[in-house]
């Protein structure tokens, strides 16, 4: 127990637990609780636009140059954005399906009305003038100025140039990568000094919320929280259990293989923890070394697959809590720039968060403080998060080498059976576990 205490996740349970009794047992208490996770989302919301830049900056350099790494490069991009996209459109169409926010009725302005006046700013800056207006308002007056002001589709068009630009240069380019690599790292340090005041973050987003609309809040929560998890297990199931089949192998028997790893990620929440043992136990499986050492780390930043899920599904149930109608070009609008945001959306704790603000930022027709609401339960949400990143970037690797023709089936079919197969010097950097053989062919 004490070292449950002490880990950030249960001092997390404990403040959700301790806001829900005081939100039933003192509502007027409760409700004066507020500030406490507006002043969180304020803190993570201050370094969104120069974050954004370098994680993007960094996804795009990081990827190498396309002609230099050739098709394996160009296919591993194609198959993370259309994998991305039946996630983003699965999160969609599920949150429509199930409503897991109608009926919450919570009013924006009841959650931070001052808040509200920069989105009503940016919501003048994107709708008004058409479509050519608005084409024209996503390049800045200049690039200060669009980090500056916190428009985050200025700030993303000017990361993705400069990305390209980067990764054109080549080893030129390279003490700039290195700097903005480095500077994504201390800001991602940063976030997580901001992270450790989560709990009284979620103490007051929870306390409040059922102060001020009751125990029934706490059902559409759990709702989401539930609906989030069903949605992972379909996705992994059906569309990367699919793509498995396709390729030639069983997701489950992959799984199993990967079992210490995802273990260690549904501990920590976070996919980087395991990053390395993950290119050894692929390498061990007959998988060309170039293929990993491409897809792997591009993947982290560029295949997000339960992460989009995440965006769409979170933006819509904001939506529908606050009463807020989307018309057919805003959840276009939000496809368009979840594809964008959520790539280098790294598995660290509070990362979540701060991709949902940039993209609820982006689309001023949902209130982007509907994130106080999504804050209570993010973080039993991001269990899931970390543990279908993972799974999507490992399938990825196994189908982008099975299309390119880099695995030895053989070796592979004989390491997820858990038959012997000859040492490799990977066997040495992961402890592994034989895979039980099962009990039918």
Same mark, same amino acid.
């Given at each position: ?54 994680? %993007? ?21 194609? #198959? ?38 920069? #989105?009503?700013? /940016? ?8 479509? %050519? ?5 996503? *390049? ?11 428009? %985050? ?75 989030? #998890? ?19 192998? /069983? ?44 897809? *792997? ?5 560029? /295949?997000?697959?339960?992460?989009? $899920? #995440? ?11 606050? /009463? ?12 368009? $720039? ?104």
């Amino acid at each position: 127990m004490p070292k449950f205490l002490k880990s950030l996740f249960g001092q997390v349970v404990i403040a959700l637990l301790l806001g829900v009794a005081i939100g039933l047992a003192a509502p007027e208490f409760a409700i004066k609780l507020k500030p406490l996770g507006d002043a969180f989302i304020k803190l993570i919301k201050m370094i969104i636009p120069v974050l954004v830049f370098c994680v %993007v900056v960094h996804g795009i350099a990081g990827a190498g140059d396309l002609k230099r790494v050739g098709r394996v490069g160009v296919k591993a991009l194609i #198959y993370f954005e259309v994998v991305t996209t039946i996630a983003l459109g699965l999160g969609l169409v599920l949150a429509f399906v199930f409503e897991p926010g109608v009926g919450m009725n919570v009013d924006p302005q009841a959650l931070d009305a001052k808040a509200m006046s920069a #989105y009503a700013d /940016n919501a003048s800056k994107l709708t008004g003038g058409g479509t %050519v207006d608005f084409l024209m308002k996503l *390049i800045p007056t200049t690039v200060v100025n669009a980090f500056a002001t916190g428009d %985050v589709l200025q700030v993303l068009l000017f990361a993705v140039i400069f990305g390209c630009a980067l990764a054109m240069l080549g080893e030129r380019g390279a003490p700039v990568a290195g700097f903005i690599d480095t500077l994504s790292h201390v800001l991602f340090k940063a976030m997580g000094i901001i992270i450790r005041v989560a709990p009284l973050g979620v103490l007051g987003a929870i306390a409040f919320t059922v102060g001020k609309y009751g125990a029934g809040s706490l059902k559409q929560l759990g709702m989401l929280v539930v609906l989030f #998890y069903g949605a992972v297990i379909v996705f992994v199931v059906v569309v990367l259990g699919g793509i498995m089949r396709l390729a030639g192998f /069983n997701l489950f028997k992959f799984l199993a293989y990967l079992r210490e790893e995802l273990a260690v990620v549904f501990a920590t929440t976070s996919s980087d923890s395991v990053l390395p043992q993950i290119m050894s136990k692929l390498k061990r499986m007959g998988i060309r070394d170039s293929t990993v050492g491409l897809v *792997i780390p591009t993947g982290y930043s560029f /295949n997000l697959d339960a992460f989009s $899920i #995440y965006i769409t599904l979170a933006a819509v149930f904001i939506a529908q809590a606050t /009463n807020t109608p989307i018309s057919m070009t805003d959840l276009l609008t939000i496809l368009a $720039i979840s594809l964008v945001t959520s790539k280098g959306a790294h598995g660290v704790p509070g990362s979540a968060i701060v991709v949902l603000a940039a993209t609820l930022q982006a689309i001023p027709a949902i209130p982007a403080i509907g994130l106080v609401l999504v804050l209570s339960v993010d973080w039993f949400m991001g269990i899931a998060r970390a543990l279908g990143n993972l799974i999507g970037n490992c399938v990825a690797t196994v189908a982008i080498a099975a299309w390119e023709g880099d695995i030895d089936r053989e070796r592979a079919h004989a390491v997820l059976d858990g038959r012997p197969v000859p040492a490799t010097e990977d066997d040495a950097d992961v402890a592994v576990t034989p895979v039980p053989a099962p009990a039918h062919a």
